[in-house]
Nanobody
Framework: QVQLVESGGGLVQPGGSLRLSCAAS????????MGWYRQAPGNERELVAR???????NYADSVKGRFTISRDNAKNTVFLQMNSLKPEDTAVYYC????????????WGQGTQVTVSS
């Protein structure tokens, strides 16, 4: 059974930082592309950042220079370090695991709320 468990969300003031974690089980973590997505009320889910098995990364333009995605294959965990947070970063953040063999094998976590507000 595949499980992705996010943690680290919360309430933070504008300009602050948060670090999200996603612990994976039930998959061969090291070969999966891991991603962070977010969905704000009334909006579609959007890609925030993604890291391949070879640690190549890509980011949404809106977070470049502020967010950093990383992975620890020994701990089956992917991280999202979020700095200089803005109110428009407020959303539910979801972890995703994408198999390199088939797009049908895509798994999601339950999401963690990030709220940026003074």
């Amino acid at each position: 059974q595949v499980q992705l468990v996010e943690s680290g969300g919360g309430l933070v003031q504008p300009g602050g930082s948060l670090r999200l974690s996603c612990a994976a089980s039930g998959i061969r973590f090291s070969i999966y592309t891991m991603g962070w997505y977010r969905q704000a009320p009334g909006n579609e889910r959007e890609l925030v950042a993604r890291i391949t098995s070879g640690s190549f990364t890509n980011y949404a333009d809106s977070v470049k220079g502020r967010f950093t995605i990383s992975r620890d294959n020994a701990k089956n965990t992917v991280f999202l370090q979020m700095n200089s947070l803005k109110p428009e970063d407020t959303a539910v953040y979801y972890c995703n695991a994408q198999s390199p063999f088939s797009s049908a094998f895509s798994y999601w976590g339950q999401g963690t709320q990030v709220t940026v507000s003074s």
